[in-house]
């Protein structure tokens, strides 16, 4: 078997812009943290002749690409964010997938604009080659995330001694750090206008992740609050929702309430001066959240893989392969700050195409 690998060995190193003083469990975008990504490989393993390349011209097309040689993206700043509103984007057929900051704090009675992000995230046009016409797919038993455990640990020795580490030991923190895969995804956009697809993978999928909800962006321990045109406080409704014109909200109680559980950006107290979010009578009442539409690695199982990339022989395929944290992923807090991970995602063929 011939075996063609691409090799991405850039170190994509991410410095907080803000203090790391922060509490142990503030969702990332609550505040910005550190994440580097050692290494990310990306394999092409198969018997055929499939060749890589970061240009569709046939002289570029090689086994594997090195940095400072090839045109390969350096992420730089890597932060949270969401592919919430993506049909904004597809419906439009961009060759690029846009994502959102799903924090954002400018919004218009209520109703927060999230913003397009440029950066923050791994986003790479890739051409595939092949010398006949066949289904490509990823290899979902060579594909992983996974925790850089070696460089976790040096992070906790950097981290322990911050203020906001204090009351956890080494085991704990480690533990925390190593669990940033969960809220890894990757994506292919396969921008052909005539045959226009976007998929995304949660490689950890074991449940629906709403792209909304509350949060406690300020940091204060409260849920977001904004002030209605009656001059009453009504907490903030973030993300991709629908009728939001059906939002139910509770009357003040003018006694806060403490969150269930350890308090983090997606968990916090209740204002007992605001009108608090009804979730379940909102829902009743005909009013939800986008549920964020992923494969999970056992959807790339075999022959009935349900990522399924055409290659005519000869011919150079465009494909875009994104790696982001999704911030609407409830394991993604800042107990994970300072996380290193290795992602390595194989592409094979799957079969031949039968004309």
Do not use: C
Not at 224 to 231: A, K, L, P, R, V
Request: aromatic letters at 12%; glycine letters at 6%; zero cysteines.
């Amino acid at each position: 078997m011939n075996k063609k690998r691409l090799i991405i060995t850039s170190l994509f190193s991410v410095i907080g812009l803000l203090s790391l003083s922060v509490s142990f469990s503030i969702a990332w975008y609550a505040s910005s943290t550190r994440l580097a990504v050692r290494t990310i490989k990306i394999e092409i393993d198969d018997d055929r002749e499939l060749k890589i390349s970061t240009s569709p011209e046939l002289d570029t097309f090689k086994s594997s690409l090195v940095e400072g040689i090839d045109d390969l993206y350096d992420v730089g700043l890597y932060k949270p964010v969401s592919s919430m509103l993506s049909y904004t984007w597809m419906d439009e057929k961009k060759g690029m997938p846009e994502f959102r900051d799903s924090s954002s704090v400018e919004q218009i009675h209520g109703a927060p604009i999230p913003e397009v992000w440029d950066n923050g995230f791994y986003r790479q046009e890739l051409w595939l080659l092949a010398d006949d016409d066949v289904l490509v797919t990823v290899d979902n038993t060579k594909t992983t995330f996974e925790p850089d455990v070696a460089a976790n640990r040096e992070a906790v020795q950097y981290l322990k001694n911050k203020p906001a580490f204090q009351t956890y030991n080494d085991g704990e923190i480690l533990e925390s750090l190593n669990n940033l895969k969960y809220s890894l995804r990757f994506s292919i956009l396969q921008p052909d206008l005539d045959n226009y697809k976007y998929q995304i993978v949660d490689p950890y999928k074991s449940g629906e992740t709403l792209l909304g909800g509350l949060l406690d962006n300020m940091n204060d321990g409260y849920y977001d609050t904004y002030t209605g045109d009656d001059g009453e406080t009504y907490e903030i409704v973030y993300g991709e929702v629908y009728n939001r014109d059906k939002i139910i909200y509770d009357n003040p109680t003018n006694i806060d309430i403490e969150p269930s559980g350890e308090y983090n950006a997606f968990n916090a107290k209740i204002k007992g001066s605001a009108h608090h979010f009804n979730y379940e009578a909102s829902k009743d009442n005909g009013f939800y959240f986008k549920t964020e539409e992923t494969l999970s690695m056992d959807d790339l199982e075999g022959l009935d893989s349900k990522i399924r990339i055409p290659l005519e022989r000869g011919v150079p395929k465009k494909i875009v392969l994104s790696i982001y944290l999704e911030g609407w992923d409830r394991d993604n807090i800042n107990n994970t700050m300072g996380a290193n991970f290795i992602s390595n995602v194989t592409f094979k063929i799957l079969r031949e195409i039968v004309k």
